[in-house]
């Protein structure tokens, strides 16, 4: 089974911007189904955005209008545009994917994930 790798996490001050990577290893997940989600300690996991195997893409209604899903199928890599941030966007960031043409509704669905990304936004 192959891996997912996230990079691109850090620092930023509210109003920045970020950009998340996610590269699969051994496998091409982006002909599937892939997402981002992030988790704050002591909540459930929250989905950011999630794009099809045609790049039908569906965003949480906390970043809609900041942030943006893309993905480059030559290089394998799934991105995460965040602009706009604030200090709510503070997370551990995870990359997945269920290898399935369609999305999930829900997160216990994505079977493959990274270990994550932490972005901090600071006021």
């Known amino acids: 089974q192959g891996e997912l790798v996230e990079s691109g996490g850090g620092s930023a001050q509210a109003g920045g911007s970020l950009r998340l990577s996610c590269v699969s290893v051994g496998f091409r997940a982006t002909g599937g189904c892939m997402g981002w989600f992030r988790q704050v300690p002591g909540k459930e996991r929250e989905k950011v955005a999630t794009?099809?195997?045609?790049?039908?893409?569906e965003y949480g209604p906390s970043v809609k209008g900041r942030f943006t899903v893309s993905k480059d199928f030559a290089k394998n890599t799934l991105y995460l545009q965040m602009s706009n941030l604030k200090p709510d966007d503070t997370a551990m960031y995870y990359c997945?994917?269920?290898?399935?043409?369609?999305?999930?509704?829900?997160?216990?669905?994505?079977?493959?994930w990274g270990r994550g990304t932490q972005v901090t936004v600071s006021s």
């Open positions: 794009i099809t195997r045609l790049e039908t893409i």
């Open positions: 997945a994917a269920t290898g399935t043409r369609l999305c999930p509704p829900s997160w216990t669905d994505f079977n493959i």
